[in-house]
Structures are given as structure tokens and as C-alpha cells.
């Protein structure tokens, strides 16, 4: 019998990637390399995942901890660029994406397969971060979404699908919520939520406490930051996985990170979709605290705009192509003397920062005081203005009464 050809599958364990499996294998006559990723989700039983994945018929399963490198080469990255697609949303889903796909490219080189899989639907922006990246590394490669071609509409269909074909389920109450998560956050959506006038119900956040029943108390942490990246917590250095996964537990204490948006996906579509991503929102705002210290103004305004274009670029799916390439390389230029504290202050849902100090502050307290200590030459400042408001000079003369509206 000739030899069956390969598909590896980006595989959760849950009951979609378990039906995509037995599908791959039954409808499409594959033989299935399971990969099961972690970066930090709470499923993180990886050797059970792993397991499941072979009783299930793959003929290969490999469990693989990505958090490391998800934090040094993706979240490093995400956090040089203050990543916020919309100027909200951390882009968790975004970062994670193109992570497991240049995983599965690996694992399809390696074991010889012509396809890959995964389990994302045909409406959101997932399926789109997969396979341009998978585009981007391996063209050659042949794509596969048995979700989006199947024909069980939903998941009660599924499960009798499962049960039909010897798919062991979880008996788990079907939650209404969709979740995907890693240890950059939480990203809810589905059930009550798509009703964007309802308030997001209390059982959607597992991460934070609810902000009114936080401690009275606020607590006061320190980020140390080396060239952009968080080295330390409280003055104690630790890798900047440690202090995400840290600051998820410190800040979710004080019910910080909550986000409720309604969002426009790639696809077309505006969702309404919750975050909770306490770890990301205290280290974004003590980075960009830091920056004011660090950067000139120059590149300080200059990179905002391109902090916009790499979120969007990004959320698009587009982590492995020339111009985020590009955006980082400036990113990195500007990270250079981003080194130095911040004191960020928890209470009640909200993250404040109480204060930046950096041996590279651009901050020069004698051109910044009005006391005795003033070092900055007032008079300068009249020829300074007279020629930076000349071209406006010119303007009143020549056509100011006509144009101005008064
Ligand atoms: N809307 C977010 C994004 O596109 C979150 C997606 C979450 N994915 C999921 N399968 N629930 O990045």
C-alpha cells in the first residue's frame, strides 16, 4: 500500500483540533503529526494533550513549551513597539499566532508532510495570522482548515460527531465563550458579549478580581528595564517571562487589565471582544513612561506613528514580512538607552505610574525647573519664536484677514 502523506496539526486539545484530527485521518486519508504549543495558556497539561492526541489516531504528537522564546522574540518585540492594535487591544492572539506556525513549518520539514492544519473558522482574524505565516516561511506548503470546510455548524453537531467517530470529549458544561489565551492575556468573546450593550458578565474574567473588590490598598511596584526589555520586579532581576507571569498574578490582584472593545477583525467583520491582560497593560505603560525619559522628542513622536502601523501590520498577520521587519529594526535602534526604573501604582483597576528614573534620562532638571536652579537662557527664546512663527507673520499680512476664522 502506498504510504499515506502527512498533515501536522496545531493541536489544543480541545474539541475542535480532537474533530479536526479524526477528520484529517477519516475524510482526507492523512496521517497526523499533532503540535501542541505552550505559551502559557491555562490547558497547559501538555503531557495529557499529547497523549490525547495519539489515542486519537495521530501518528506522531509533540508537546512543546514556547513560553521562552515567546517572551524573547515575540513579547520583547511587542513591547519596543507598545503593541496595541486600535490603541487597546495587546494583540495576545496576534503575538501567539505566528509563533505555533513557524513551529508547525518545522515540524512539517522535519517529518516530511505536505500539509498543515489548524482548527480556526472561516470569520476570524486567527485563520488569516496562520496561514500568511505559514505562506511567509513555506510557500510550498498546502494548507488545510477542516473547520471551515466541515459541514457541523455547531457544536452540539460536533459532539455527536466526536461520538460517532470515537473522539474522546471532555463531558465539560459547553461554556459560552470563546477563549484563547497565553501569558500575554486572555482574549474573550461569544455568549452575552456579542450583544455590545451588555455589560461583560462577572464569570468572563478568571485573571483579575473584580476592581471594587480589590484591596483597599494600593501596592506600589518597580520594573527595571535593560535596552527596553523588563529585567527586574520589585529590584529583583528576573527573566521577563517570570515578571509577565508575576505582574498577571500582582496586577490581576488589584483588577487591572480589563478590556472591553468592539473591534474591526481583518475579515470585515466589527466584534465585541473582552481582554484581560494585567502583566501587558503595567508593562506597557511603564515602558512608554520610560520612553518619555529616554527618547528624544524626534523619535519619540516620529515612532507613534509607527507604533500604529506595526499593531495594525501585526493583528493583520503579517509578523513574517519585510516591513515588520523594518519596523523592528527601527525599534531596536530606539530601545538602545531605554534602560532604567519605573514605579507603577495598582488600585482598584487602575495602573498609574508614580514615577521614571534612567542614568539616560534626557531630563535635565535645570532646564525643566522654574527655582533658582533654572539653567535655561530665557532670552533665546524671543528670536526662537519670532523665526518659528514668521511663515504664520507672513500669513496675516498677505491673506490672514480674508482667511482666519475668527
Ligand atoms: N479578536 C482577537 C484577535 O483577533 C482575539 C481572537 C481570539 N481567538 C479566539 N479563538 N478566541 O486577535
Known amino acids: 500500500m502506498a504510504e499515506k502523506e502527512k498533515v501536522v496539526l496545531a493541536y489544543s486539545g480541545g474539541l475542535d483540533t480532537s474533530c479536526c484530527l479524526k477528520w484529517l485521518q477519516v475524510e482526507k486519508n492523512l496521517?497526523?503529526?499533532?503540535?501542541?504549543?505552550?505559551?502559557?495558556?491555562?490547558?497547559?497539561?501538555?503531557?495529557?494533550?499529547?497523549?490525547?492526541?495519539?489515542?486519537?489516531g495521530a501518528i506522531a504528537s509533540e508537546a512543546m513549551d514556547m513560553r521562552e522564546e515567546y517572551a524573547s522574540k515575540y513579547l520583547t518585540k511587542a513591547l519596543a513597539a507598545n503593541g496595541l492594535y486600535e490603541n487597546t487591544y495587546p494583540l495576545l492572539s496576534a503575538l501567539s499566532r505566528p509563533l505555533l506556525s513557524k513551529h508547525m513549518v518545522e515540524a512539517a520539514h522535519k517529518y516530511g508532510a505536505k500539509y498543515i492544519a489548524h482548527g480556526c473558522t472561516g470569520k476570524g482574524n486567527d485563520q488569516v495570522r496562520f496561514e500568511t505565516a505559514i505562506k511567509a516561511l513555506d510557500p510550498k506548503l498546502e494548507i488545510l482548515a477542516p473547520v471551515r470546510d466541515w459541514e457541523l455548524h455547531t457544536r452540539e453537531e460536533e459532539i455527536d460527531w466526536a461520538a460517532e467517530h470515537g473522539v474522546p470529549v471532555k463531558a465539560s458544561k459547553a461554556s459560552p465563550y470563546s477563549i484563547d489565551d497565553n501569558v500575554w492575556g486572555r482574549a474573550i468573546e461569544c455568549g452575552a458579549l456579542e450583544n455590545p450593550w451588555n455589560e461583560p458578565p462577572a464569570d468572563i474574567w478568571t485573571l483579575s478580581v473584580d476592581p471594587e473588590n480589590a484591596p483597599n490598598e494600593a501596592e506600589y511596584v518597580e520594573i527595571g528595564f535593560e535596552k527596553g526589555v523588563p529585567c527586574s520586579l520589585n529590584g529583583e532581576e528576573k527573566s521577563f517571562l517570570q515578571i509577565v507571569m508575576d505582574l498577571n498574578v500582582l496586577a490581576g490582584k488589584h483588577g487591572c487589565g480589563r478590556i472591553d472593545m468592539v473591534e474591526n477583525r481583518l475579515v470585515g467583520v466589527k466584534s465585541r471582544e473582552c481582554y484581560e491582560t494585567p502583566a501587558a497593560e503595567v508593562l506597557i505603560v511603564a515602558h512608554k513612561a520610560l520612553e518619555t525619559l529616554c527618547l528624544d522628542r524626534e523619535t519619540q513622536h516620529f515612532k507613534l506613528n509607527l507604533e500604529h502601523q506595526w499593531s495594525t501590520t501585526v493583528y493583520y498577520g503579517q509578523w513574517f514580512s519585510p516591513l515588520k521587519n523594518a519596523l523592528d529594526a527601527f525599534f531596536a535602534e530606539t530601545q538602545k538607552f531605554v534602560t532604567g526604573t519605573v514605579k507603577v501604582k495598582l488600585y482598584k483597576g487602575s495602573c498609574t505610574v508614580a514615577g521614571r528614573t534612567s542614568e539616560y534620562s534626557l531630563y535635565d532638571y535645570g532646564l525643566a525647573s522654574y527655582t533658582?536652579?533654572?539653567?535655561?537662557?530665557?532670552?533665546?527664546?524671543?528670536?526662537?519664536?519670532?523665526?518659528?512663527?514668521?511663515?504664520?507673520?507672513?500669513?496675516?499680512?498677505?491673506?490672514?484677514?480674508?482667511?482666519?476664522?475668527?
Open 31 to 56: 496521517d497526523v503529526i499533532a503540535i501542541c504549543g505552550n505559551v502559557g495558556q491555562d490547558e497547559a497539561d501538555l503531557e495529557y494533550i499529547k497523549n490525547k492526541a495519539l489515542e486519537c
Open 372 to 406: 533658582a536652579a533654572d539653567t535655561f537662557d530665557h532670552k533665546a527664546a524671543k528670536g526662537f519664536i519670532d523665526l518659528s512663527a514668521l511663515p504664520f507673520a507672513v500669513w496675516a499680512e498677505k491673506q490672514g484677514h480674508e482667511a482666519q476664522d475668527l
